[in-house]
């Protein structure tokens, strides 16, 4: 089964309004990381998260590790905003593996 | 800083055609490597990663193959592409022994007909 599970797949916001975006793993959590996919598909990291809540922004995520979960808020969205948000569990070994979750697919209207 | 270059950035080919990617990383000695694949639509999926020159290790197959020439350079390819191997390529890096954190290249984006 999946091992990375969005929510939700797809957003639309008016601009200015807020989003929380999920992120729950089927395993047990070494770490994670959240990043943004441009519309041309480059990603951007947003946080690595292992636990805990941090900022960039009007960016804010908050990793419980004992819960299996993570989420990232955005305040006061902008259109610059839009395209997919991806969240990745990092499997603890001698290299750094990634398995993404499906994405949530934001789109912010003016 | 460290930079991480990606080519080509696009090609379409066909099928049963040769097909080789490059990845370079400058300014970071050692990194961990990582290769990426992304179906339209699809899940992006790691494929192989590398931890020193000359080895390198398989997560998925899927037909490809990658080595390691030098400490920055990682090459993605195969001798017969499919139909299936049409998406989105990723190369990646982490420093070794740091955090997992991964940094991404700009992608290739590759079309088979």
């Known amino acids: 089964g999946q091992q990375v599970q969005q929510s939700p797949a797809s957003l639309v916001l008016q601009e200015g309004e807020n989003a929380e975006l999920q992120c729950n793993f089927s395993?047990?959590?070494?770490?994670m990381q959240w990043f943004y996919q441009r519309p041309g598909g480059s990603l951007v990291s947003l946080f690595y998260n292992p636990s805990g809540t941090k900022h960039s922004g009007r960016l804010t995520s908050t990793t419980v590790i004992k819960e299996r979960r993570s989420s990232l808020h955005i305040s006061s969205s902008q259109t610059t905003d839009s395209g997919t948000y991806l969240c990745?569990?990092?499997?603890?070994?001698?290299?750094?593996?990634?398995?993404f979750g499906q994405g949530t697919s934001l789109s912010v209207v003016p | 800083a460290q930079t991480i270059h990606q080519w080509p950035v696009a090609e379409i080919k066909a099928v049963g055609s040769p097909l080789s990617l490059g990845c370079t990383i400058k300014g970071k000695s050692s990194p961990n490597l990582y290769w990426y694949w992304q179906a339209t639509g699809g899940t992006l999926q790691q494929l192989f990663y590398s931890i020193t020159v000359g080895q390198v290790e398989s997560v998925v197959q899927l037909n490809l193959s990658a080595s390691r020439p030098k400490d920055d350079q990682f090459i993605l390819s195969t001798e017969k592409l499919l139909l299936s191997h049409s998406g989105f390529y990723l190369c990646a890096w982490s420093p070794r022994g740091g955090e997992d954190t991964q940094y991404f290249g700009p992608g290739t984006r590759l079309l088979v007909l």
């Open positions: 990745a569990w990092i499997a603890s070994s001698s290299f750094s593996k990634l398995v």
């Open positions: 395993t047990s959590l070494n770490s």
